[in-house]
């Protein structure tokens, strides 16, 4: 039985946690808390967060912070750690062994580590060293932390969200293609701040031409985020673009931010000394397998798609396209939450539609949602829900 206590510190570590979302991935966000008696009653020694991959994880930084202010009480101490501490050499020592060596009492981890190959063995090498090691608490809190590196770990398959935003009658864009802006510019820098905590953005080709979207991050525009995170550290998302016709050339705007492309295509370029040279060095042509669909058209297999992206260590996906591409992905059953702004504006019935999914005809066909969240965005609401799907 956990006592008050216990959860107040592994509340404080998980708060700990969220200040790595912009910057450590493919690494997971951890947070650890130290504990130990001051003249008899219970005192925070030492905190720390994963920042980055390749620095020191979150039980080093604790343990260093203790070194500086109580170095001296870090023997018989309590760890408070979102996930169990690392028992392998990476670019780092393994964390488990180090609270070993610091001579730790007690290690409480809210979640084991959902790598299969590595579960609980942090936790055994712990009670092997006469560490009492335990898990479970605040567990869904944890889990929240990382929803993108736990389904790499067990899915092969990153964690998708599918971003829309529409006026109250679900309409996109006018007959026209007009659509900006249907939402204020408070849910433009919330948008901001999902792109800055992912790892890749999927866009299509026409949305790159019809919009001349950009897909970066735009760090003007994250308002008091700002402050904690400056524009040097927050990285940008890897932009991942379906040109399936080869459609997208170097001259687009796009192109003028030197961030990481991946360009999705059916065929490559030819590859000749005049045209290989145009691309710039941060694009990155990748062929994907096709798939027919019942119209005898060949399109590019998504979920093969999100399999090479899960390889590559990009846990979080962002969806930001057009009707028909976010309607391929919730129709084939490949993503995992969506976030809809509404906008207080009526559109008409000539406007464009919120998806497109051709397949689904029947009410009994129906993408059922979980919501999960709902709050106001400046004038917007915002619209979170989880897709209930039949199985992964």
């Keep these: 039985m956990y006592s008050r206590q216990d959860y107040q510190y592994m509340a404080l570590a998980i708060q700990l946690a969220k200040q790595g979302r912009y910057t450590t991935s493919p690494n997971p966000r951890v947070g650890c808390v130290l504990v130990n008696k001051l003249d008899g009653k219970e005192q925070v020694i030492g905190t720390g967060f994963h920042q980055k991959t390749g620095q020191g994880h979150a039980e080093v930084n604790a343990l260093l912070d203790a070194k500086l202010n109580y170095p001296h009480l870090i023997e018989g101490a309590t760890a408070y750690v979102t996930l169990e501490p690392c028992s392998h050499f990476g670019r780092t020592p393994p964390c488990a062994q180090g609270l070993i060596n610091a001579k730790v009492k007690r290690v409480v981890a809210a979640m084991v580590d959902p790598n299969p190959e590595v579960s609980g063995r942090g936790l055994a090498m712990l009670q092997q060293a006469g560490v009492q090691a335990e898990f479970g608490l605040l567990e869904s809190d944890a889990k929240a932390l990382n929803l993108g590196f736990i389904k790499v770990m067990t899915h092969s398959l990153p964690y998708v969200r599918v971003k829309l935003a529409a006026s109250l009658d679900g309409k996109t864009a006018m007959k026209s293609g007009e659509s900006k802006w249907i939402t204020s510019s408070d849910a433009r820098c919330d948008v901001q701040k999902l792109r800055a905590q992912s790892c890749a953005v999927i866009s299509g080709a026409d949305s790159i031409l019809t919009d001349n979207a950009k897909m970066t991050v735009r760090w003007s525009e994250l308002g008091r985020l700002k402050d904690s995170y400056p524009e040097d550290t927050v990285r940008q998302p890897v932009r991942v673009v379906i040109d399936s016709r080869n459609r997208l050339t170097p001259e687009l705007d796009f192109f003028k931010q030197a961030s990481p492309v ?98 689904v005809n029947k009410l009994l066909e129906a993408k059922s949602l979980s919501i999960t969240d709902v709050r106001q965005v400046g004038c917007d609401i915002r619209i979170t829900a989880t897709l209930e799907k039949d199985s992964i």
Excluded: C
Excluded at 311 to 316: H, I, K, T
Excluded at 328 to 347: G, H, N, R, S, T
């Design 262 to 359: 991946i360009l999705v295509r059916r065929e490559l370029d030819e590859i000749d000394l005049e045209n290989i040279h145009k691309w710039p060095h941060f694009v990155e042509q990748v062929q994907v397998s096709t798939v027919k669909t019942e119209s005898g058209q060949d399109n590019i297999d998504l979920a093969a798609l999100l399999i090479l992206l899960a390889e590559r260590g990009l846990n979080d996906v962002l969806i930001e396209s057009g009707a028909r591409l976010a309607g391929a992905f919730i129709e084939q059953d490949l993503v995992d939450e969506l976030i809809l702004y509404q906008a207080p504006k009526l559109m008409g019935a000539e406007g464009k539609s919120l998806v497109e999914m051709p397949n």
